[in-house]
C-alpha cells in the first residue's frame, strides 16, 4: 500500500471578510452580523495557522479567495448599469443582497468539497465533488469557482477525478467535508467513510424543528455512488436534530476524527452505538472513542467553544495533536475536558495548541473550517499544482500582499464603495499570478 500522508488546503481570507449575519443556525455568525470586521487581520491569523501546521510536519496549501463582490449575480437577477449603479440599486430594493455578493464566506474550505482518497475508491483515483451549497443563496454562489479551481489544482486526470457539484436543488443540498469524516488505520490504509445528514426526505419529520438542516440523505448517497465507494465501508448517520437547533449547522461543530479516533458530544449523533459498530466492523479494528457528555460540558459549551472543531493531526513520531480555537482554552468546563483528554494515556491525543483565529470565529468558523483535508500519496503530491503547496517563501509573498491590498476593518457602509470593488479585483489578479493560477477568476477570462 503506498504511504500516505494529510495535507491540509487552507481556504485564504478574503479582502471582503464582513459580518453581515447571513447564516442561519450559524450562532456566532447572526450573533456578530452588523458588527465591523477585520479582514486583514483574519487573512494573518488564517496564514499564522496554516504557518504553524507546516511547522507540525505536514503538507499545507491554500486556496485562493472567491472574486468579491460578485456583481454578475446581481447582473443575473435583473440589475444594470455601472457598479456604482447597481451596488446602490441592489442595497435599495433589499439590504441583504450587498453582503450576500460581498461575502468571503468560501475562506471555510471544509465546505469546497467531499474528498475520497485513492485508498477508498476502485479505481484507485483521488475524488473530489465540489458541494453546491445551496442551502444558502450566498454560498450557492462559489461552486462555479471552486470547481474550475480544484480542476486546476487537481489536473491530472490519471490521479484525480473532479467531479460536477451535485443539482442544484434542495434534494442534493451538499455541504462539503463539514458533514464527512474518514476513519482508517493509517491515512494510506483503506477506509471507512462517514457521511452526516441532517434530512431524510424518507423520513421528513425526523429532523430539526429550529434551524433548517443543510445536509441531505441523498446528497450523501450520490457523492458515495460518483467516489466509487464500497458500500460495506460507507456509513450513512444522522445528525442529532436537537444539536442542530442548538447551532450545530455542520456536523464539523459536534464532531470530528483523525484515523481510528473519534471525537464527538453525546448529543451529536441520533444513533451513535450503532453507527460505531457500522464503523469499527469493516474497519477491523475498535475506534478510539473520546466522547463528551452532558456532564462534561453542554451543547452550548461546544457551539461556542468550538472544541469540536479543532483539528486532530499525526506528526511524525506517530502522536496526535490537537488544533483548537483559543475559545476552547477560555471556557473552563471545556479546556477540563481537554486537560483531561491530552492526560490520558489510552487515546493518542497527547498535546493541544491553541490559535488565535478569532476574526473567523466570530463569523462561525473555526480551524477545521478553514481547511480541506486531503489524503495524498507522495506521487499524487507531486502531481497537485505545486503553486499553491505552502513554503516559508510563498508565505512571505502571501503576507506581504494581505498587508498591501486588505483593508484594516470593513463595515457595512464599505459595501456601496465600487473604487474598493475594484481596487480588490485588481489584488486577485495579483493573487493568481502569485499562485500560478492564470485565468481562474471570470473576469480574467
Request: contains cysteine.
Amino acid at each position: 500500500m503506498p504511504i500516505a500522508r494529510e495535507s491540509n488546503f487552507d481556504g485564504l481570507i478574503g479582502p471582503t471578510h464582513n459580518y453581515a449575519g447571513l447564516s442561519p443556525g450559524n450562532v456566532a455568525s447572526v450573533t456578530n452580523a452588523g458588527g465591523t470586521s477585520k479582514p486583514k487581520a483574519a487573512a494573518l491569523q488564517g496564514l499564522a495557522k496554516m504557518k504553524t501546521l507546516m511547522d507540525l510536519g505536514l503538507t499545507q496549501g491554500v486556496l485562493p479567495p472567491q472574486h468579491r463582490p460578485d456583481l454578475s449575480a446581481l447582473r443575473r437577477i435583473g440589475f444594470t448599469g455601472t457598479d456604482e449603479a447597481i451596488l446602490r440599486d441592489a442595497h435599495g430594493s433589499d439590504p441583504t443582497l450587498l453582503p450576500a455578493v460581498w461575502s468571503a464566506s468560501s475562506m471555510w474550505a471544509a465546505n469546497a468539497a467531499t474528498v475520497s482518497p485513492s485508498a477508498d475508491t476502485n479505481d484507485g483515483k483521488l475524488h473530489i465533488t465540489p458541494a453546491n451549497l445551496i442551502s444558502n443563496y450566498h454560498r450557492s454562489l462559489e461552486h462555479p469557482t471552486t470547481t474550475r479551481m480544484l480542476r486546476m489544482i487537481f489536473s491530472d486526470e490519471d490521479r484525480f477525478v473532479v467531479h460536477d457539484p451535485l443539482p442544484d436543488q434542495m434534494r442534493f443540498a451538499d455541504e462539503g467535508a463539514a458533514n464527512h469524516i474518514r476513519f482508517a488505520c493509517a491515512h494510506g490504509d483503506p477506509g471507512v467513510e462517514m457521511f452526516v445528514y441532517g434530512f431524510d426526505r424518507e423520513d421528513p419529520a425526523g429532523g430539526a424543528r429550529k434551524y433548517p438542516s443543510r445536509q441531505t440523505r441523498s446528497a450523501c448517497q450520490a457523492i458515495a455512488r460518483m467516489h466509487r465507494l464500497d458500500p460495506i465501508k460507507t456509513v450513512y448517520t444522522r445528525q442529532h436534530p436537537d444539536a442542530i437547533d442548538a447551532g450545530v449547522f455542520h456536523n464539523d461543530v459536534i464532531a470530528t476524527g483523525n484515523e481510528s479516533v473519534f471525537m464527538y458530544h453525546e448529543q451529536a449523533f441520533a444513533t451513535s452505538r450503532s453507527m460505531i459498530t457500522d464503523i469499527a466492523g469493516p474497519l477491523g479494528r475498535e475506534l478510539n472513542i473520546i466522547e463528551a457528555c452532558n456532564s462534561d460540558f453542554s451543547l452550548n459549551d461546544a457551539v461556542t467553544s468550538y472544541l469540536f472543531n479543532s483539528q486532530i493531526i499525526t506528526l511524525a513520531d506517530g502522536s496526535m495533536a490537537l488544533i483548537a480555537p483559543l475559545e476552547a482554552q477560555e471556557n473552563p468546563r471545556v479546556n477540563r475536558f481537554v486537560e483531561r483528554m491530552i492526560g490520558d494515556a489510552s487515546n493518542p491525543i497527547n498535546t493541544v495548541r491553541f490559535l488565535d483565529v478569532r476574526e473567523s470565529m466570530r463569523n462561525g468558523g473555526g480551524p477545521a473550517c478553514l481547511r480541506l483535508r486531503i489524503v495524498l500519496t507522495d506521487q499524487e503530491l507531486d502531481a497537485v499544482h505545486q503553486g499553491v503547496l505552502m513554503s516559508d517563501k510563498l508565505l512571505a509573498k502571501l503576507m506581504r500582499w494581505v498587508e498591501k491590498h486588505y483593508p484594516d476593518e470593513l463595515s457595512g457602509d464599505d459595501l456601496l464603495d465600487s473604487s474598493l470593488a475594484r481596487a480588490l479585483t485588481d489584488a486577485l489578479d495579483e493573487l493568481t499570478l502569485i499562485l500560478d493560477l492564470p485565468g481562474l477568476y471570470p473576469f480574467q477570462r
